[in-house]
Structure formats: structure tokens, C-alpha cells
């Protein structure tokens, strides 16, 4: 699979820009109200520094499934934005910087808040905040009140993603 | 001024870039399809201008009048699709195409209503918009309309659906940008009603945005709306100027 992950102009932060901001701060993000199902189940998000530390509902993640979600277009979909280490998406997105080797640069509490809560780092963000449902508008009434992923999906996707080291297919 | 070339070559590299509110989706076409729309004879959307023209002659409601014996010849209607949607004073609400259509045969035609991106809706729509191929979309966004474009930018601009992405999140800063194998454009309306390889088949400008939003999984506007129709003008007024291509073939 060639290369086409080139960020777009002006989308890509550095990780050290990203520490700036908020290294040292220790911030609760109180999180949407809980839904019947599990997938709003956390109360808040303990962060420290630029990650979260903590498995997101003390879930364990499986990188087999990880990598489904992310494939997945009713889940994940990532690769719609990323280029990723994923043979069966045909086209990937250039909107978001290449994630093949992702794990190698990005700590596991690192890669759980950008996929959690990406836009608590920059607000501006085209990424979505997988983990949150919260201060959203006209949602479809199918997806009110619930975040695209649950904490179980978000930690199968982190567990993959510190498995990539830039060797995939 | 030997030194200003540099600057006066960069400003014009930028400035053939345009701004990007005046890039037509036709220019992230491949060659097939730009000559599949340039085509008459090709260009799948031309089967509905053609069923518009029967539908034009074909007598209907209780006085068997035809859309012909009171508008005669469809290219009366020249100039009519480029300048839409149009604030309707009296009505005191914005009119589009389909509204226009609709509006007309059920009230002076007294016919059955076409529903929404019905065949027959979307044939005489087609037909109608055809007419101005060629002519600068220029809408009115001052005097009584202004409050509607206002309208229409804030939502253009707010992110909604489960996704939080806004149409400018998308059409503005990621103009260019590849989602998957699809290259986002500038979001353009002057194509419109045109047809899309991916619907297998015609839409209207309410069909695309029905479908944008349904991809950031945002509750659908109804396409009566005074919201969906001030968004509907705000696009048209970001695509002034761009030549009406109805109807345009896009992936």
C-alpha cells in the first residue's frame, strides 16, 4: 500500500505543542449523561498530562477487535481520515496524519485521549471525540445521548493501535 | 520592479487557486466524467431533462392544462434556476426550485403534488434548471432575504450529528482533502439537480445535503424547512458567479 497519508496544511500538531498546553494539568472532563447502555458508563475522564492513564471503564482491550472497530464504517472508520495498516480498506483519507507506526510515538494513556476526547487538545479538531456525546447538536434520534464508541471499543482500538510499529501489511 | 516578480507570481499561483468559494466540483472530476457531463448525448441526467419536456406538454388537473399552456416554451424559464432560492415577500419565506414546482401545480395546476425527489419532480426540475445552463448563479441575500442568509451561514458553520462536524469543517477547511478515496470539494451548488454515480441517479440540492448530514449522523432537515432553505441560499450565495451546470454528473 503506497504511502498517501499526507496531513492536511495547518491539521497536524505536534506532540510537544500538544504537552504545552496541557503537561502537569491534572483536568476531570465530566462526561455527557450516562445512557441505559454501557457505552456512556463512565463517569469522567481522569486526565494526566496529554493522556489517560486509567483503561476507560477498567475495560481490557484486544487488539484483534481493536482492529475491527477501527475498519469498521458504522464503528471506527478511521481510515476514512488515516492512512492505517488495514489490507481491506482500499482507499484511506489524507485529513488526519499516518498512523501506521502510530505506537511507537504515542503512549497508551496518549493514543486513549486522542481517540476519547481529541478535541480537549484542540478544540478545533475535524477529529471526533469517540468517547463523549456530550453539547452536541440535531443528533439523529438513533445516536442521541451516545458516543460513537464505547469504552470497550475505545480500548480494543488503543490496544491495536500501540501494536503498530510501521511493520504492517 | 524586477524584484516584485516573485510576489506578483506567488499572488497569481494563489489567486488561480481562487477562493474557494468559486471551484465547481467539476474540476475534481476525471476526464470520463467531464466529458460524460459535457455530452449531451451521454450524460445520464439528460434522460430527465427529456422525460421534464413529455411532462412539460402532458395536460393535468380538472382543466387538463399543461405546465406549456400557461408558460409556453421551457426556455421561458431562462435565468429563472440561478437566481434561486428567492425571498417571496408576500409569502414571507424562501422559495427553491422544487418549492416553486410544487407550489405551482398544486395551486394553478391543481394537480397531485410531486413528492420530493420523485421521478416526475425531479424531471421537471431538471428541465427547468437546464434552461439557465451556462448563467452565473447570482441569488439575492439583502433586503428581506438577509435575516434567512444569516440564518443559513450560522448552520452552514455549526457542527451537529454524532460526528460534530459542520458543513465548513468539511467544505471550507478541508476543501481538497481526501475522505477515504472521495475528494471533498468546495460544496458547491451550481450542479444541481444533477447526477450522482454513488445515488445512481438524480438529486436535488435538499438530496445532498440530506445526505451530508446523514453522514455525521445529524437528524434530517425537512426540505420545506425556512432551516433547510436558508442554508440552501447560503450555498447558492457561496457558489456566485460559478456557471449553472444542471444537470452536472459528479461521483
Redesign the interface.
Known amino acids: 500500500m503506497p504511502a ?1 497519508g499526507t496531513p ?1 496544511p495547518g491539521r497536524k500538531r505536534s506532540v510537544s505543542e500538544i504537552r504545552q498546553r496541557v503537561l502537569g494539568s491534572l483536568v476531570l472532563l465530566a462526561l455527557a449523561t450516562a445512557s441505559a447502555d454501557d457505552s456512556a458508563d463512565c463517569a469522567s475522564f481522569d486526565l494526566v498530562g496529554d493522556g489517560i492513564p486509567q483503561p476507560l471503564g477498567e475495560r481490557v482491550g484486544n487488539p484483534d477487535a481493536g482492529r475491527q472497530v477501527a475498519a469498521d464504517r458504522q464503528r471506527g472508520d478511521c ?3 488515516h492512512q492505517l495498516p488495514l489490507p481491506h ?7 488526519g496524519p499516518d498512523l501506521s507506526a502510530i505506537g511507537a510515538r504515542l503512549t497508551p494513556a496518549q493514543l486513549r485521549l486522542r481517540v476519547a476526547a481529541n ?1 480537549h487538545l484542540n478544540p478545533e479538531s ?1 477529529m ?2 469517540y468517547g463523549l ?1 456530550r453539547g ?8 442521541e445521548d ?1 458516543p ?1 464508541l464505547t469504552d470497550q471499543e475505545i480500548e480494543d482500538v488503543v490496544a491495536w493501535l500501540s501494536t503498530l510499529d510501521g511493520s504492517g501489511p | 520592479m524586477k524584484s516584485w516578480l516573485p510576489i506578483l507570481l506567488l499572488l497569481g499561483c494563489c489567486a488561480s487557486a481562487g477562493p474557494p468559494e468559486h471551484r465547481s466540483g467539476y474540476h475534481l472530476l476525471g476526464g470520463e466524467l467531464r466529458a460524460l457531463q459535457d455530452d449531451d448525448f451521454a450524460n445520464p441526467g439528460m434522460l430527465w431533462v427529456d422525460r421534464g419536456e413529455r411532462l412539460w406538454n402532458a395536460p393535468g388537473g380538472p382543466r387538463e392544462q399543461s405546465c406549456r399552456d400557461c408558460h409556453d416554451e421551457p426556455a421561458n424559464l431562462r435565468g429563472l434556476t440561478n437566481r434561486l432560492p428567492r425571498f417571496d415577500a408576500e409569502a414571507d419565506r424562501l422559495h427553491n426550485l422544487d418549492t416553486l414546482v410544487r407550489d405551482c401545480r398544486q395551486q394553478r395546476q391543481q394537480a397531485e403534488v410531486l413528492p420530493h425527489e420523485s421521478e416526475d419532480l425531479l424531471a421537471l426540475t431538471t428541465l427547468i434548471a437546464h434552461q439557465s445552463r451556462g448563467l452565473p448563479l447570482e441569488v439575492t441575500v439583502e433586503g428581506p432575504a438577509r435575516a434567512a442568509f444569516e440564518q443559513g451561514r450560522a448552520s452552514f458553520e455549526r457542527r451537529r450529528g454524532q460526528l460534530d462536524l459542520s458543513c465548513a469543517d468539511c467544505h471550507q477547511r478541508l476543501e481538497g482533502a481526501r475522505l477515504r478515496g472521495e475528494t471533498i470539494s468546495a460544496g458547491m451548488v451550481n450542479g444541481f439537480p444533477l447526477y450522482r454515480l454513488t445515488w445512481e441517479g438524480l438529486g436535488s440540492r435538499q438530496r445532498m445535503i440530506r445526505w451530508c448530514n446523514e453522514a455525521v449522523r445529524a437528524e434530517p432537515m425537512d426540505p420545506d424547512s425556512r432551516r433547510a432553505l436558508a442554508l440552501e441560499l447560503y450555498l447558492a450565495w457561496r457558489s456566485r458567479g460559478l456557471p449553472l451546470e444542471s444537470p452536472a454528473v459528479r461521483r
Open positions: 498517501a492536511a481510515s476514512i481520515c480498506a482500499r482507499f484511506h483519507g489524507n485529513v478535541r475535524v471526533p471525540d456525546s452536541r447538536h440535531d443528533v439523529a434520534t438513533a445516536f451516545r460513537i
